[in-house]
């Protein structure tokens, strides 16, 4: 059984930073792609940060990219989402997810999750202004 066990967030002011992880057990990392989504109050979900399981680059959505990081400790089977100079308008209920299918990165973040059996508990991010 595949379990992703989420921790991190929490609530900040503009400009700080914050980590989110999700560890997984009951499958081989490598064997699947991996994503982080969120979904922001009275909006629909959207894919934050995905790596295919080809591997290749990291897709970031263009509102988090050059101020999320996506990373991985496969020995840990754990995944981070590394979140510096956050924004108000990143909060948002933040899920890590994973897929035994979808090859490219950009595709598992386009399909903003749909299709997606396996998710994380899901963790709430605050940011105040």
């Known amino acids: 059984e595949i379990q992703l066990v989420q921790s991190g967030g929490g609530s900040v002011q503009a400009g700080e930073s914050l980590r989110l992880s999700c560890q997984g057990s009951?499958?081989?990392?490598?064997?699947?792609?991996i994503g982080w989504f969120r979904r922001a109050p009275y909006q629909t979900r959207e894919g934050v940060a995905c790596?295919?399981?080809?591997?290749?680059?990291?897709y970031y959505h263009p509102s988090v990219r050059g101020r999320f990081t996506f990373s991985s400790d496969d020995a840990r089977n754990t995944v981070y989402l590394q979140m510096d100079n956050l924004k108000p308008e990143d909060t948002a209920e933040y899920f890590c997810?994973?897929?035994?299918?979808?090859?490219?990165?950009?595709?598992?973040?386009?399909?903003?999750?749909?299709?997606?059996?396996?998710w994380g508990e899901g963790t709430l991010v605050s940011v105040s202004s």
């Open positions: 997810a994973v897929d035994p299918v979808v090859l490219t990165s950009v595709a598992l973040c386009a399909n903003k999750g749909y299709g997606v059996d396996d």
């Open positions: 790596l295919g399981k080809s591997r290749g680059q990291v």
């Open positions: 009951g499958f081989t990392f490598d064997d699947y792609a």
